[in-house]
């Protein structure tokens, strides 16, 4: 896209000349001299067409259009601040970025960004959401929370937790008795989550059960599963952790009593020693491993 505008440095000089009063007050503003904000001014007015002071003494006289265009002018300087500080923080403190699995995010980690705020008010926090585990990219996160084998060699790994893996449904499609279930799930619609390492057949074979044919529909995220459970559309095989607040809120049950052991994790990475970063990233990372060693993993 073209935009027709005039230089930046012209119409910031236009609008501190305007507020100010003078090119004398603009110039120790902006460090420049008097004769260049003078220059960048004419230099503006010359490629609009039209004047924009009316040169009264030393004091500068917005003309009509001059104030007809400073609004607008403002408003795109603080419309640009306010997006600078958003993304990037104050030059003095940085926010802390961390990317987490858009499950993780919004299961565990949202219910929970609250309680961190009222405890450390000062920090801020930049939240983003990935589908997938990628490489970590040092220049956009401080912090990455991943999940899987811990075998990554693009940051510092540190363990944070091991969470069981539970079979989760509408309460209408409850089972029977412990020593029932693994048939009835076995004929039962299972939902099947795309990717994942720990599956129906992994959860049937730890029990010595046979391993049934495919029954339901297979999604490539945790909280499609999910969501999918609680309307009734089929069991899902989920980290206990993600289910928990569809337990809590009695959207899902256990379907069964029996669990397994996940042969992934949740870690977390950073591109050096956790000791070695900022302190409000390390303030993060200790708050976020004593929060996940208090509810163990709920």
């Keep these: 896209m073209t935009y027709s505008l005039p230089p930046l440095s012209w119409l910031r ?9 003078n090119f004398t007050r603009a110039a120790e503003e902006l460090l420049l001299t008097p004769a260049a904000v003078s220059y960048q001014v004419r230099q503006l007015e010359k490629k609009l067409g039209f004047p924009l002071f009316d040169r009264v003494h030393r004091e500068l006289v917005l003309t009509r259009l001059g104030q007809t ?4 002018v403002e408003k795109a300087f603080s419309d640009l601040s306010i997006a ?22 919004h299961l565990w980690m949202i219910p929970r960004l609250k309680a961190f705020q009222d405890a450390f008010p000062d920090i801020e926090l930049q939240m983003i959401s990935a589908a997938w585990a990628e490489t970590l990219q040092p220049d956009l996160f401080d912090i990455d929370i991943r999940f899987g084998d811990g075998s990554w060699t693009d940051g510092h790994v540190e363990f ?4 069981p893996i539970v079979p989760v449904c509408h309460s209408d499609l409850a089972l029977g008795t412990k020593e029932r279930d693994l048939t ?12 994942v390492i720990d599956t129906w057949e992994s959860f049937f074979r730890a029990f010595g059960h046979p391993v049934p044919q495919r029954t339901g529909l297979q999604v490539d995220q945790t909280l499609s599963a999910l ?20 337990l809590d809120a009695g959207r899902l049950v256990i379907s ?14 950073t591109s050096g020693p956790r000791q070695a ?19 163990g993993g709920k």
């Design 13 to 21: 000089a236009f609008e501190a000349a305007a507020r100010l009063g």
């Design 69 to 72: 265009y400073l609004p607008s």
């Design 84 to 105: 600078t500080v958003s993304v990037f923080g104050e030059r003095d403190r940085q926010p802390v970025r961390f990317r987490c699995l858009n499950s993780f995010g």
């Design 160 to 163: 944070l937790l091991n969470d």
């Design 184 to 195: 009835a799930l076995a004929k039962a619609v299972r939902l099947d989550i795309m990717g």
């Design 227 to 246: 969501e999918l459970a609680a309307l009734g559309h089929g069991h899902a095989l989920v980290l206990q952790s993600l289910a928990q607040p569809y």
């Design 256 to 269: 069964s009593s029996r669990k397994i052991k996940s042969r992934h994790s949740y870690h977390l990475v």
């Design 277 to 295: 970063l900022g302190q409000d990233a390390a303030a993060f990372c200790e708050w976020l491993i004593t929060e996940l060693g208090r509810t």
